[in-house]
């Protein structure tokens, strides 16, 4: 099946507050926005699963007054090139590999949500040497992502339901693009405790409401991310325990909202007590320097959901390391 390019379908897309950019790295085509002056050190941030770039737009301002910032699409998503067949940790990771090359050009500091934590934690273990100075894990499903992890819930049981229905009713590439289908399934395939921690783990700002139709960020994203992880294709050559265990820079690991159904078993959040604690142990044992923060009442994306709290934590962990 051959690449989809972002500019075959610009009706998709909307314009937002910084100017966009497209390096060629090969294999597909990176979209990024940049925030900052040239002069500061730089920040990568990484979106999390069905999240583009500008999901980080309230905090790049925050954080500019800090960093030269830049923001990218990873492949599959936003405006970079979609790639059937072409979904794992190895390959998300390489991708940003040649984009500090070609883009960044100097060592990084790097921060990122969800899955895009878990990039962040190969770069963090994979990338050249030099290349990253300290790391962000923000709320990362370590663990949790993996069909069969060393320990606690895989994604079978936990955000990989929500996986399956997104890429049953759309398909991949949005082959299918029932969506109307999907909202009318999603009560039926999902447990209500999971239906309402969902709620808690991705809050609405009081007083917003959903606009009809199709969200702007689902509307950018290849369902087939989704299906490569709960498929296990996506973690099949990258195992969890043994990439923490390669860190090679300070870390800070971010734990937000979560919740175990005690009939289920089923985990809403990125990762459970004691995946959390696992994680935080492994990273220890690297001899880095290793922080934990609990925030258990935020939501996913702290960088979303509250962008000053978010901005502030990452330039506190980095003065961090200046004071050591």
Known sequence: MSYIEADAHPEIFIDHGYEEHIVDLGEIRMNYAVAGDPSLPPLLLIPSQSESWWGYEGAMALLAERFQVFAVDLRGQGRSTWTPGRYTLDIFGSDLVHFIDEVIGRPTYISGLSSGG???????????????????????????????????????????????????????QWSIGDFEGMQRAMPKAVPLSTLKALGRMFPRPEGHELPPGVPQNLKEYDPEWGKAFVSGVATA?????NMILNNKVPVLITHHFHFVDEQTGQLTGAMSDLQAQRVTELARETGQPVTFLSFPEMGHAMHRVDPKLYADTVVTFVDGLGAE
């Open 237 to 241: 050559s990258c195992d969890h325990q």
């Open 118 to 172: 878990t990039i962040a934690a190969w770069l963090s273990a994979f990338a050249k040497p030099g290349q990253i100075i300290a790391a962000v894990w923000e709320d990362a499903p370590f663990f949790s992502s993996e069909v069969t992890p060393a320990i606690g819930q895989g994604i079978r049981q936990g955000i990989g339901v929500t996986f399956t229905m997104w890429n049953k009713y759309l398909g991949d």
